[in-house]
């Protein structure tokens, strides 16, 4: 049984209206309808769409929840320093990407939109404030908040604390109404203890208290980390085998059925696949990279960095293996993309498998064919337009038999459900011969494309090359 939340209303402010702030904060507007919560952004296209629709992204589930409480107690706005003044919380919700220059290159976290924010409060806040790092950041970054929050702390006092999201994309309204826990770091000072009972009891409007973790300021940092690191790791310890199983026709996915049985290891995150995506994983890891040499820990470094070179060796292999069966050339071939997201569920294709496999592909002068049902043509167009000029050609289509049609091969990058139940016929009806198929994420039923004449390759399973003529064996 859930203890009850706080029964006073607090003002909540979220500073970050996207794929973490958004779905967060209309989950505790909808459970706690005491509390007022206002989301703010600087992206002004971002805060119209929250608030006319389409939402700005896709969830399952949430558009349901936003409309349930936008206007009541929920509300988007670019009115920054309004919502900053006006609020006892304030979450930090803002993007933190991989730094892509100086110092750290490649491996540290970039913290400018972070820091922007923190200045921004500093400036503008009066009174106390409870200020929560809700974004991913590198241990010990509270340090840095609270110093420049300190540097302003003549008319205001700032508590902060870490509460790190824990969210799946294309989950995120499940895992939020429903947490396997809720984490909060403090300060271990009587101030800090009690500003993380302020925040832990506005979750306890609808989480039990048991699921409610409270750790000091650099565990619960690290703990996101650390959790992100490990479930990468399982994804690359299960794609290592998947080359291993190519290599020697054991299946993967019996491997992984096999071995998920044993209780201590568990089922979830076993799934063989082009490799993972996602805008935490591989950042986080890289960013447990950095730590590590930063502390003088070379060898720790060096484990955790496999686990993200591991992975693009795996994107790398599938782009490999596909021109391969191209007999070795893709220039001008029309190759069939199916999915671009890094996942099912979600339009989000930050790291998504997906551009470094076509990225490889336009290398090699490939057309690709791409659909997917929820990205747009212009995120795809984007995400893709350094490698456009290299001879390579790329065409949105609307369903995937537009994109199948006259090409060579198809590969399948994303687990949408619609692909499980793709009319195979339709497609091998519309390709060239011979038709080639990959699936990057064993989704196909291999029998009955196999029974149809597909060439097919799958992640870390034996598949049979139909006889001549498209005959079964
Ligand atoms: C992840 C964590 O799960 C979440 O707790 C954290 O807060 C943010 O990072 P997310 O990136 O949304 O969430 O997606 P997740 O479901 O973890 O998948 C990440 C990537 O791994 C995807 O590309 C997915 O397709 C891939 N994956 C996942 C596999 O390849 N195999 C699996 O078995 C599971
Ligand atoms: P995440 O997946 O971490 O939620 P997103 O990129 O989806 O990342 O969302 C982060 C949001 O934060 C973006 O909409 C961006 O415009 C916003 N943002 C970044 N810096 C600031 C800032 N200084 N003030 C307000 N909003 C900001």
Redesign the pocket.
């Known amino acids: 049984m859930s203890a009850p939340g706080l029964n006073r209303a607090v003002n909540i402010c979220c ?7 958004g779905p967060t904060m209309a989950m505790i507007a909808s459970q706690c309808p005491q509390h007022r919560v206002t989301v ?4 002004q296209g ?1 805060i119209d769409a929250w608030n006319r629709g389409p939402l700005p ?1 896709f969830e399952p589930g949430l558009e349901e929840l936003v409309a349930g409480c936008r206007g009541r107690n929920l509300f988007f706005t670019t009115q ?1 320093d309004a919502a900053i003044r006006a609020a006892e919380i304030i979450f930090l ?4 990407p991989t730094k892509s220059f100086g110092v750290g290159a490649g491996r540290a976290a970039d913290l400018q ?1 972070l820091e ?2 923190a200045r ?1 409060i500093g400036a503008v806040a009066e009174g106390r404030k409870i200020v929560v790092e809700k ?1 991913t950041v590198p241990v010990r970054t509270a340090a840095a908040v609270q110093a420049i929050l300190a540097a302003h702390a003549g008319r205001a006092s700032f508590e902060v604390l870490s509460n790190p999201e824990f969210l799946a994309e294309g989950s995120a309204v499940a895992d939020l109404r429903q947490p396997d826990r809720v984490l909060i770091g403090s300060e271990r000072t009587a101030s800090g203890e009690a500003a993380a009972e302020v925040l832990a009891s506005v979750y306890a409007g609808w989480v039990p208290r048991d699921r409610i973790l409270t750790t000091n300021l650099w565990s619960s940092e690290l703990s996101k980390l650390a959790a992100n690191a490990f479930l990468a790791q399982r994804i690359s310890s299960i794609n290592a085998i998947s080359a291993l199983c190519e290599a020697t026709g054991a299946d993967v996915q019996e491997i992984a059925h096999a071995v998920g049985r044993d209780a201590r290891i568990g089922s979830r995150f076993l799934q063989a696949s082009v490799g993972f995506g996602g ?1 935490c994983f591989q950042k986080d890891i890289l960013n447990l990279v950095y730590l590590c040499q930063h502390f003088g820990l070379p060898e720790v470094a060096a484990y955790w960095q496999q686990v993200v070179a591991l992975n693009d060796y795996q994107k790398q292999r599938f782009a490999r293996r596909l021109v391969e069966a191209l007999f070795g050339t893709a220039a001008n071939k029309r190759i069939a993309v199916l999915g671009f997201a890094f996942k099912k569920d979600t339009n989000d294709t930050r790291e998504t498998p997906a551009i470094a496999v076509c990225r490889d592909l336009l290398v090699e002068r490939a057309q690709l064919a791409i659909y997917d049902p929820r990205v747009s043509a212009g995120r795809i167009e984007a995400d893709l337009a350094p490698w456009l000029d290299l001879g390579g050609h790329i065409e949105v289509c609307k369903d995937p038999y537009a994109a199948a049609a006259q090409a060579h091969a198809v590969a399948v990058l994303t687990e949408w459900d619609e692909f499980r139940s793709l009319d195979l016929e339709r497609v091998y009806a519309g390709m060239l011969k011979p038709a080639v198929l990959f699936d990057g994420r064993n989704v196909i039923d291999l029998a009955a494309a196999r029974r149809l004449g597909f060439q097919l390759h799958a992640i870390g399973r034996a598949v049979p090359e139909p006889r001549l003529g498209g005959a079964t064996r």
């Open positions: 500073i970050g209206a996207g794929y973490v702030g703010v952004d600087v992206d971002r992204i920054v919700a803002v993007n933190t939109y922007s924010c921004r974004s805008s």
